[in-house]
């Protein structure tokens, strides 16, 4: 089992519209969650950091459920400039603050 | 804020040659860094980080090797390349939990 696993998509979504990724992590002594964003052929940039109480960010918003251990992202009135590989990231707890990358979810929003 | 920087930005090696990528920090001291490969299609691999000049820890068996001669330099090698180094090879910079990268090196051996 990966230790943060991610729907790949991908996912197409018309403007406008409402989209919500999903992460899974598998060591529920992880300290940190954080989302990242990768558009084509870039390096991955930090959108957001996700906090126990949720956290949002404009039309974004990260929420972490511990107990079930998930993290997710709203993104809310979809522009064709969100389109991009979304990556849930994880501290594990031992990790000397490494960072484990999901795989990523591919979002296409469309005109 | 801190600014990093890698070249080559592209490069396209023959098997069996030799590798150095470079990257430098600006904007912080004594930072940790860290050596990622995102190979086609799929998520980041982590294989170096280091806490210090002259201090490597590698995080899987490979054909690379790090140094890290200065506080904000940090360099990926490989005496002998194979078909399977081939990737985009990332350089980060961590601010306390959070990570910033740079603009990474595509690399592609033939």
């Known amino acids: 089992r990966k230790e943060v696993e991610q729907d790949p998509g991908p996912f197409n979504v018309p403007e406008g519209a409402t989209v919500a990724f999903n992460c899974t992590y598998s060591?529920?002594?992880?300290?940190?969650f954080f989302w990242y964003r990768q558009d084509c052929r870039k390096e991955p940039k930090l959108l957001m950091s996700?906090?126990?109480s949720g956290n949002e960010d404009g039309r974004f918003t990260a929420q972490l459920n511990r107990a079930s251990q998930y993290i997710s992202l709203l993104i809310r009135d979809s522009k064709l400039s969100d389109s991009a590989t979304y990556l849930c990231?994880?501290?594990?707890?031992?990790?000397?603050?490494?960072?484990?990358f999901g795989s990523g979810t591919q979002l296409t929003v469309l005109p | 804020s801190q600014t990093i920087h890698q070249w080559p930005a592209t490069l396209v090696q023959p098997v069996g040659s030799p590798l150095s990528l470079e990257c430098t920090v600006e904007g912080t001291s004594n930072p940790n860094l860290y050596w990622y490969r995102q190979a086609a299609g799929r998520g980041l691999q982590l294989l170096f980080y280091?806490?210090?000049?002259?201090?490597i820890s590698s995080e899987v068996p490979q054909n690379l090797s790090a140094s890290r001669p200065q506080d904000r330099q940090f360099i990926l090698s490989s005496k002998k390349l194979l078909l399977s180094d081939s990737g985009f090879y990332l350089c980060?910079?961590?601010?306390?939990?959070?990570?910033?990268f740079g603009p990474g090196t595509r690399l592609t051996v033939l």
């Open positions: 980060a910079c961590s601010r306390g939990d959070e990570q910033f």
């Open positions: 990231v994880v501290i594990f707890s031992g990790s000397a603050r490494q960072l484990t």
């Open positions: 280091s806490v210090g000049i002259g201090q």
């Open positions: 996700v906090y126990s």
């Open positions: 060591n529920s002594a992880s300290q940190s």
